[in-house]
């Protein structure tokens, strides 16, 4: 079983910086990619940026030149550094995850989700 927990979310004002973080735990080959989305409430859950175990990033265009993914694979660990914060950055942000774990003497993948770390920007 793979577990994800983020930290660093809180509230901070419209043109401030955040840094999240996320920690995999639990038996796993490997990852093949790590990533946050976000949920803002009454809105569905929306990729905000992705890096994969190659190091290749892609963001959420109203992310793009702001937000920075990066990952450390011996820690499996993946941050997200959030600057130039805006009102409607406000949501949960969720840490997201694709493992390579071996089962039935199988290896596979599976995704796993964080519980999810609040982010209040305030205008």
């Known amino acids: 079983q793979v577990q994800l927990v983020e930290s660093g979310g809180g509230l901070v004002q419209a043109g401030g910086s955040l840094r999240l973080s996320c920690a995999a735990s639990g038996s796993f080959f490997g990852i093949n990619r790590m990533g946050w989305y976000r949920q803002a409430p009454e809105k569905q859950r929306e990729l905000v940026a992705i890096i994969n175990s190659g190091g290749t990033t892609n963001y959420a265009d109203s992310v793009k030149g702001r937000f920075t993914i990066s990952s450390d694979n011996a820690k499996s660990t993946v941050d997200l550094q959030m600057n130039s914060l805006r009102p409607e950055d406000t949501a949960v942000y969720y840490c997201?995850?694709?493992?390579?774990?071996?089962?039935?003497?199988?290896?596979?993948?599976?995704?796993?989700w964080g519980p999810g770390t609040q982010v209040t920007v305030s205008s």
């Open positions: 997201n995850a694709e493992f390579i774990v071996r089962r039935d003497g199988s290896w596979r993948s599976t995704a796993s």
